[in-house]
């Protein structure tokens, strides 16, 4: 019988699988291991806990939404940018729901690594800013406004958040109605 190599990609990939189709709460270490053919003290080489794994889940999920972000604003630029920027945040959170969810999972203060993810995901909404001309720390407010809106929108609407009968999509695009009507008065003059 040949022994399965296993590596840290592989039960990340495995975990964040089941996590976007049944939810993060589906995911153990024991039905990780079962998915990959391994016994569970087999992961335990390359994640020290199930902490640790959610730890994984959630970097990955903050490095495929800044990926997703960038994408997005290529080519764009003021209200687009932020439009298309929006949007690709949101279509990030339906097709990964269970790594997004992860992110917060684990806490990113003092873990150096979490916190570069999240600096890439802020500086690319940032980029987005370029086009309406803000002073420098004008732009790091308006990029962590973004983030906190996407984020917070994004997660009520994951999680059944919006009881009333309105469309999401409507409400959206008032959100970034809302947001773009805020910053393009900050622009320098």
Do not use: K
């Amino acid at each position: 019988m040949s022994r399965r190599t296993l590596d840290t990609d592989q039960v990340v990939s495995v975990a964040a699988a089941l996590a976007d189709e049944e939810g993060l709460d589906a995911v153990t270490l024991t039905r990780v291991a079962n998915q990959l053919g391994v016994r569970q003290p087999a992961l335990y080489r390359h994640v020290d806990n199930y902490d640790a794994l959610v730890r994984l889940l959630g970097l990955r999920g903050r490095e495929i939404l800044a990926e997703r972000l960038a994408a997005a604003a290529v080519g764009v630029a003021g209200d687009d940018a932020v439009r298309a920027v929006g949007e690709a945040w949101r279509a990030m959170v339906r097709d990964h729901p269970g790594l997004y969810a992860a992110t917060d999972r684990y806490p990113c203060a003092g873990d150096a690594e979490l916190e570069a993810a999240v600096e890439r995901v802020v500086a690319v909404l940032g980029q987005a800013l370029a086009g309406y001309d803000l002073a420098a720390d004008e732009q790091v407010h308006a990029a962590g406004t973004l983030r906190a809106a996407f984020h917070g929108f994004a997660h009520l609407e994951a999680g059944d958040g919006f009881p009333q009968p309105q469309d999401t999509d409507d409400t959206f695009g008032h959100l970034l109605d809302l947001v773009c009507d805020g910053i393009r008065p900050r622009a320098i003059r």
